[in-house]
């Protein structure tokens, strides 16, 4: 039946252009040649000319190739979603094993293995949800503690970090429920389009080669299968989009989790608020105190000299030297000042030349470690100075120490620097000290600080700040 449906499809078109041309050369008493009918062909016997035909047939075959595109692409998407399931199945039971060989002691070196690596299939996934579907799913790991060291403690840590987090477990389940998620709403697309085509085909091969039809032989058959080819198309996007949202359902963060941040984050930022405040503070304080107090005293030794310079020149000129002094001052503070609110060499050679010109005025050697392939942004580089700053500075007030050290790198989308010193340790953290303003102006980028500073030392103050580094600019 669909073989005879096709055949009256593809010959309707031109007879009844030939018609239109018979009935118009018989209006006019003239007879119809065989180069008139083939020159009719399957026009539609508008005044359409052949540019425009041309320019509608090449905007309906780009509107064609670019379905079919989307299409292939959907498809192998899906396909790709489906194989990273099975791959994520096998992480999975690897590591239950793992899990349950941490009483004997080996899980301790397994189970952090295979739980980042199924933390890094759903990571994957997040990016693909994002950047195929457009659901974003947000990462809902609590931080790498900063305190974790090399060595046995080190993986005990690591452990005790990646067990104790919800989310290493949410992780687990979608490696299990995402198979059969993954596998029917990834090969469905590609189901509907193989089958369509191959009805297509087989009906195509029957009616031009006389091929053996393998094709559905029933009417409804042949209409449920060519209608998945067009289903495919209209339906394989979105089911993309049903898998992201089943994934976030499991790889987003809870609402406990996302309260919790959001407490967090105003948290932050009420501590942001107070540390710009008492900057403020310090500024207006250093302002009235320092470079005001001078240029008072400046316009005051101006005016009196003023008043004698006719009666005694000596003192007048003892009083404007004063007055150049008091200037230099003023302008010396005022640069300091300035340094203090936003270095201008932080600025123009980023924060790997400020923290080595910083290290150059300190009274103790200094071995500077400092690896950054670009710069991050101008707030995030201008807090991490100071606390650098602040930690040095208490290196040189407290520590007792004759050398110290600095570590810059960025790995993993988070900057960290390690300061420390050989001096006396035993440092804290106390309510209202300079440390303690560090960590709160790191907390507003949601950044971490960690002090080990055991009797005798060494210390070692462990900054990190998660941020995105940019092209070094030169």
């Known amino acids: 039946m669909s073989v005879g449906y096709f055949a009256l499809s593809a010959r309707s078109g031109p007879i009844l252009?030939?018609?239109?041309?018979?009935?118009?050369?018989?209006?006019?008493?003239?007879?119809?040649?065989?180069?008139?009918?083939?020159?009719?062909?399957?026009?539609?016997?508008?005044?359409?000319?052949?540019?425009?035909?041309?320019?509608?047939?090449?905007?309906?075959?780009?509107?064609?190739?670019?379905?079919?595109?989307?299409?292939?692409?959907?498809?192998?998407?899906?396909?790709?979603?489906?194989?990273?399931?099975?791959?994520?199945?096998?992480?999975?039971?690897?590591?239950?094993?793992?899990?349950?060989?941490?009483?004997a002691g080996i899980g301790i070196l397994l189970a952090p293995k295979s739980l980042l690596a199924v933390r890094g299939l759903a990571s994957t996934q997040r990016r693909w949800a994002r950047h195929w579907s457009g659901v974003t799913i947000a990462t809902p790991y609590r931080p790498r503690p900063v305190e974790i060291t090399n060595g046995l403690i080190g993986r005990l840590q690591r452990c005790k970090w990646l067990l104790t987090d919800p989310a290493t477990w949410r992780d687990l389940l979608w490696a299990l429920a995402g198979v059969p998620v993954s596998v029917v709403l990834g090969l469905l697309p590609l189901f509907m389009v193989v089958a369509g085509l191959w009805t297509v085909v087989a009906d195509g091969g029957k009616l031009l080669f006389g091929w053996w039809n393998t094709a559905p032989p029933s009417f409804w058959g042949q209409v449920f299968f060519l209608g998945m080819l067009p289903l495919a198309v209209i339906t394989g996007p979105l089911l993309l989009r049903a898998h992201a949202w089943a994934a976030a359902s499991l790889l987003a963060p809870t609402r406990e989790a996302m309260a919790a941040q959001v407490g967090q984050l105003a948290e932050s930022r009420s501590q942001a608020v107070d540390a710009s405040a008492a900057e403020l503070r310090r500024i207006e304080r250093d302002l009235h105190d320092g470079a005001q107090a001078r240029l008072v005293s400046l316009g005051m030794n101006i005016g009196f000299a003023e008043q004698v310079l006719r009666d005694n020149p000596d003192l007048a000129l003892t009083l404007l030297a004063e007055a150049r002094t008091s200037s230099g001052q003023a302008l010396a503070e005022l640069r300091t000042l300035v340094r203090g609110i936003h270095p201008p060499v932080l600025a123009e050679r980023g924060l790997d030349g400020a923290v080595r010109a910083l290290t150059l005025s300190l009274p103790l050697p200094v071995d500077l470690h400092i690896e950054l392939a670009g710069r991050a942004s101008a707030p995030v580089e201008s807090a991490f100075y100071f606390a650098i700053a602040e930690a040095l500075a208490n290196v040189i007030k407290h520590s007792g120490a004759n050398r110290a050290w600095v570590q810059v790198e960025y790995h993993s989308g988070r900057l960290v620097a390690i300061v420390g010193d050989n001096g006396t340790g035993g440092a804290s953290l106390p309510p209202g000290g300079g440390l303690r303003g560090v960590e709160r102006r790191l907390a507003a980028f949601d950044g971490v600080l960690a002090l080990t500073s055991p009797a005798g030392g060494p210390t070692l103050v462990t900054m990190e700040l998660p941020c995105e580094l940019s092209l070094a600019r030169t």
């Open 17 to 103: 252009d030939l018609g239109k041309l018979a009935c118009a050369h018989v209006a006019t008493g003239r007879g119809v040649n065989s180069t008139e009918m083939w020159a009719a062909g399957p026009h539609d016997g508008g005044a359409e000319t052949g540019p425009e035909r041309e320019v509608r047939m090449s905007h309906h075959t780009g509107v064609f190739s670019r379905l079919a595109r989307l299409t292939l692409v959907t498809c192998v998407r899906g396909l790709v979603q489906a194989v990273v399931s099975l791959a994520g199945l096998v992480l999975f039971f690897a590591s239950v094993l793992s899990l349950l060989s941490l009483a």
